[in-house]
């Protein structure tokens, strides 16, 4: 499989889309992470890891990214995209 293996990080990972990314992903053998602003509130299915961190803030940023094969960027269209 070709997430077999590999760490993928999923932005929008606790909504109604991101969710599904997440659960295909683990289906398919990732080590899925899902960056969330609180990690003990994030409601992740078993073998999906939070991982704390704000994309305004890139200081909680630098080590999310470490050893990441992909990345799912789920961006709500906003003023801010």
């Not at 499989?1 to 295909?24: D, H, N, R, W």
């Not at 073998?47 to 080590?63: C, E, F, M, W, Y």
């Not at 990214?65 to 961006?75: A, E, K, R």
Request: hydrophobic share 45%; charged share 20%; aromatic share 4%.
């Amino acid at each position: 499989m070709i997430f077999e293996g590999k760490t993928i990080l999923v932005t929008g990972g606790t909504g109604t889309v991101g969710s599904q990314v997440v659960a295909q992903l683990l289906a398919r053998g990732a080590e899925v992470r899902v960056l969330t602003r609180d990690p003990g509130k994030a409601r992740l299915p078993e073998g999906a890891t939070a991982v704390a961190g704000n994309r305004l803030d890139i200081a909680t940023l630098k080590t999310v990214f470490t050893d990441v094969d992909g990345v799912f960027l789920l961006n709500a269209v906003s003023q801010t995209e």
